[in-house]
């Protein structure tokens, strides 16, 4: 599967940005989706996972009741609306997936078979 992550710019603290993941196929039900980030010196970090089906969701605590991870079947697309934003989370955003996700392993990047190219997420103070 291809993954093409889209929605990322230059926005001033407190505002709001939706990324976009579009997939190649059908993700639904047997795929699980997740949205790391990387900042200039710093490795990848785990944001957010939407476990196959759709039915759990997890955060980092750094992002937990500001952004949402959400899915759109009908267009292969997996979203996250992130709200309130701060000049911490400004990195490149990636989006990955997995058919062979297991819990303990989600917030591992290497859990993640399948990468999107990363769409930049600049927040100014």
């Known amino acids: 599967v291809q993954l093409q992550a889209s929605g990322g710019g230059l926005v001033q603290a407190g505002d709001s940005l939706r990324l976009s993941c579009i997939t190649s196929?059908?993700?639904?039900?047997?795929?699980?989706a997740a949205w790391f980030r990387q900042a200039p010196g710093k490795g990848r970090e785990f944001v957010s996972c939407l476990w196959r089906g759709g039915s759990n969701t997890y955060y980092a605590d750094s992002v937990k009741g500001r952004f949402t991870v959400s899915r759109d079947n009908a267009k292969n697309t997996v979203y996250l609306q992130m709200n309130s934003l701060k000049p911490d989370d400004t990195a490149v955003y990636y989006c990955?997936?997995?058919?062979?996700?297991?819990?303990?392993?989600?917030?591992?990047?290497?859990?993640?078979?399948?990468w999107g190219q990363g769409t930049q997420v600049t927040v100014s103070s």
């Open positions: 990955a997936a997995s058919r062979t996700l297991i819990q303990s392993s989600l917030r591992n990047p290497q859990a993640y078979a399948y």
């Open positions: 196929e059908r993700t639904s039900g047997s795929w699980s």
